[in-house]
């Protein structure tokens, strides 16, 4: 008798059927946001579109995100599609961006958790997307599907209970000015949107003659850019151009707002370091705990948000370390920015608003 491979020990497990996973994909979030607001009858009418932008979508965006670990959002394709079809909407725009975009991005967040669990395929159109860089945890996956199933029950339960709580009994919660830093960021910049993008919708904005309308010319600039360092690098295989990924590059700001440099900076230092510096000079090291140590820089971030606060900031006010711990550098050099100042970086030398006073 021969050794069994990890390979094999997994493919003697039963697979989730796909009816589980296609339904539960598809329709985790779609379906549970279309039952709560049944009364938009008409963008019930319009389901179809949005399911399916998210169902196209889903495959090529999963690429980009299996090899660069980002992923592209259709929050800005969303907004425009339903921005031009229902102008003056705002409630419609965020409904349909809900259903379009966050079905797609939930749908390959669920995906990739199988990563740890064992083989998935998702099937669209005869395009198959095979996640096995599990195998890590050996988890049959049908136990895996099922680990998700209920985690997310238990997850959006919980997180509806915090949410109600939190609304009641914190004071001035997403404020600008709350005392806590409870500002709510991503709030705001969906709140924002749908005032953009739903208020004074797409139209008034990038159609031909309006102010942004030169804007619209990125789109060809980017269906173009990735073509350039590939047809570079068919003429000379071993040049620069070979690391370009303008997906990646484009994508790259994309939390801005509300991330600031202060985010962006730690995770280009650390990410330089550990995948070009170490992989190149520890390529053992790197490829058989790169992977466990990013999964543990996460889990201590956590750990250590929770420690701090149990121990400085919940006990005694937060009074404990004020004039020592909480005091060093670290901790106080944001506060002389122009991010934490809210002030412009450039002034409006005309004077009064930016852009046009009437819409």
Same mark, same amino acid.
């Given at each position: 008798?021969?050794? !069994? $491979?990890?390979?094999?020990?997994?493919?003697?497990?039963?697979?989730?059927?796909?009816?589980?996973?296609?339904?539960?994909?598809?329709?985790?979030?779609?379906?549970?946001?279309?039952?709560?607001?049944?009364?938009?009858?008409?963008?019930? +009418?319009?389901?179809? +579109?949005?399911?399916?932008?998210?169902?196209?979508?889903?495959?090529? *965006?999963?690429?980009?995100?299996?090899?660069?670990?980002?992923? /592209?959002?259709?929050?800005?394709?969303?907004?425009? *599609?339903?921005?031009?079809?229902?102008?003056?909407?705002? *409630?419609?725009?965020?409904?349909?961006?809900?259903?379009?975009? /966050?079905?797609?991005?939930?749908?390959?967040?669920? %995906?990739?958790?199988?990563?740890?669990?064992?083989?998935?395929?998702?099937?669209?159109?005869?395009?198959?997307?095979?996640?096995?860089?599990?195998?890590?945890?050996?988890?049959?996956?049908? %136990?895996?599907?099922?680990?998700?199933?209920?985690?997310?029950?238990?997850?959006?339960?919980? =997180?509806?209970?915090?949410?109600?709580?939190?609304?009641?009994?914190?004071? $001035?919660?997403?404020?600008?000015? =709350?005392?806590?830093?409870?500002?709510?960021?991503?709030? =705001?910049?969906?709140?924002?949107?749908?005032?953009?993008?739903?208020?004074?919708?797409?139209?008034?904005?990038?159609?031909?003659?309006?102010?942004?309308?030169?804007? %619209?010319?990125?789109?060809?600039?980017?269906?173009?850019?990735?073509?350039?360092?590939?047809?570079i690098t068919r003429k000379y295989p071993n040049s620069i151009f070979k690391y370009l990924n303008f997906p990646v590059i484009l994508n790259g700001t994309g939390l801005i707002p509300p991330a600031t440099a202060v985010n962006y900076l730690p995770?280009?230092?650390?990410?330089?370091?550990?995948?070009? !510096?170490?992989?190149?000079?520890?390529? +053992?090291?790197?490829?058989?705990?790169?992977?466990?140590?990013?999964?543990?820089?996460?889990?201590?971030?956590?750990?250590?948000?929770?420690?701090?606060?149990?121990?400085?900031?919940?006990?005694? $006010?937060?009074?404990?370390?004020?004039? $020592?711990?909480?005091?060093?550098?670290?901790?106080?050099?944001?506060?002389?920015?122009?991010?934490?100042?809210?002030?412009?970086?450039?002034?409006?030398?005309?004077?009064?608003?930016?852009?046009?006073?009437?819409?």
């Open positions: 008798m021969g050794e !069994v $491979n990890d390979d094999d020990r997994m493919i003697r497990h039963k697979g989730a059927t796909k009816w589980r996973n296609n339904e539960w994909l598809m329709g985790e979030v779609g379906d549970d946001v279309c039952g709560k607001v049944a009364r938009l009858t008409f963008l019930l +009418s319009a389901r179809p +579109s949005f399911v399916l932008t998210a169902f196209v979508y889903v495959i090529p *965006i999963g690429m980009i995100q299996a090899i660069t670990h980002q992923q /592209i959002g259709l929050n800005v394709i969303t907004e425009l *599609i339903i921005g031009y079809a229902l102008p003056g909407r705002p *409630i419609a725009m965020m409904m349909f961006k809900i259903w379009g975009y /966050i079905t797609m991005n939930q749908a390959l967040q669920f %995906t990739s958790d199988f990563k740890l669990g064992g083989q998935y395929n998702l099937c669209a159109g005869g395009m198959a997307l095979m996640i096995v860089s599990g195998h890590y945890m050996k988890i049959p996956p049908r %136990t895996m599907f099922w680990c998700q199933v209920l985690a997310t029950i238990i997850a959006g339960t919980v =997180q509806l209970g915090v949410q109600a709580w939190m609304f009641t009994n914190i004071d $001035n919660i997403c404020s600008l000015d =709350q005392k806590d830093g409870f500002t709510c960021p991503h709030t =705001q910049v969906f709140g924002t949107a749908s005032v953009v993008w739903g208020v004074i919708g797409p139209a008034r904005q990038f159609s031909k003659g309006q102010l942004y309308y030169p804007l %619209t010319f990125f789109f060809l600039g980017g269906t173009l850019a990735p073509f350039v360092p590939y047809l995770w280009a230092i650390v990410g330089f370091i550990f995948q070009y !510096v170490i992989r190149r000079r520890h390529f +053992s090291w790197w490829i058989k705990y790169n992977y466990v140590l990013s999964a543990a820089l996460d889990s201590g971030l956590a750990i250590g948000i929770i420690i701090v606060f149990f121990c400085l900031q919940f006990p005694k $006010n937060g009074t404990i370390g004020a004039t $020592n711990v909480a005091t060093w550098w670290g901790n106080t050099v944001f506060a002389n920015t122009a991010d934490a100042r809210k002030v412009p970086h450039i002034q409006n030398l005309r004077g009064g608003p930016f852009g046009p006073t009437k819409w």
